[in-house]
T-cell receptor, first 114, second 112 residues
Framework: GAGVSQSPSNKVTEKGKDVELRCDPI?????LYWYRQSLGQGLEFLIY????????KSGLPSDRFSAERTGGSVSTLTIQRTQQEDSAVYLC????????????FGDGTRLSIL | GENVEQHPSTLSVQEGDSAVIKCTYS??????FPWYKQELGKGPQLIID?????GEKKDQRIAVTLNKTAKHFSLHITETQPEDSAVYFC???????????FGKGTMLLVSP
């Protein structure tokens, strides 16, 4: 079946602009995660959605970052007033929900801030 | 919070050799340890995982071992092939939580 789908695959924008990144999880998966991967680094947790529960936003680096998940499926990560340090690959993952279920990743959005 | 250290950062082997990547974690409450393989331009792909109620798990040429007392776990790849070349990440998840803490990755290069 279809895996996790992310769009766009690449995004180049000017410093100060807002960007929106989209994630379509695997059908039926109730849990959705956003991670950030900077060049040569591991993955950094950003935010986690599980069903209708309040999201875990503990990994968001600043109030310029926000995310929403509409209808329990598609999620959008928004970065306002982008800075050069926001340049990274933003990865989305989904799982069947519950604790410690395998997370399946999309191929990410490569964000470059000029 | 959890901290995961991964070694080595790069590993070069000849085709057919074995490769071992090691990770340590800080929180003794962690109980789920997945390994991911990431190829250039792709997202991480889950290759094997282990839970704290077992000490070893195998899947063909790949195996993972877990030492809860020492708080470390390792990935073993036998009979390496050029297509095993990629960046490998270990991760840990604390009991009762779903988010993963990742190591910084190991770039594995398998030469023909």
């Amino acid at each position: 079946g279809a895996g996790v789908s992310q769009s766009p695959s690449n995004k180049v924008t000017e410093k100060g602009k807002d960007v929106e990144l989209r994630c379509d999880p695997i059908s039926g998966h109730t849990a959705l995660y956003w991670y950030r991967q900077s060049l040569g680094q591991g993955l950094e947790f950003l935010i986690y959605f599980q069903g209708n529960s309040a999201p875990d936003k503990s990994g968001l680096p600043s109030d310029r970052f926000s995310a929403e998940r509409t209808g329990g499926s598609v999620s959008t990560l928004t970065i306002q007033r982008t800075q050069q340090e926001d340049s990274a690959v933003y990865l989305c993952a989904s799982s069947s929900g519950g604790v410690n279920q395998p997370q399946h990743f999309g191929d990410g959005t490569r964000l470059s801030i000029l | 919070g959890e901290n995961v250290e991964q070694h080595p950062s790069t590993l070069s082997v000849q085709e057919g050799d074995s490769a071992v990547i090691k990770c340590t974690y800080s929180d003794s409450a962690s109980n789920y340890f997945p390994w991911y393989k990431q190829e250039l331009g792709k997202g991480p792909q889950l290759i094997i995982d282990i839970r704290s109620n077992v000490g070893e798990k195998k899947d063909q040429r790949i195996a993972v071992t877990l030492n809860k007392t020492a708080k470390h776990f390792s990935l073993h790849i036998t009979e390496t092939q050029p297509e095993d070349s990629a960046v490998y990440f270990c991760a840990a998840s604390q009991a009762g939580y779903s988010t993963l803490t990742f190591g910084k990755g190991t770039m594995l290069l398998v030469s023909p």
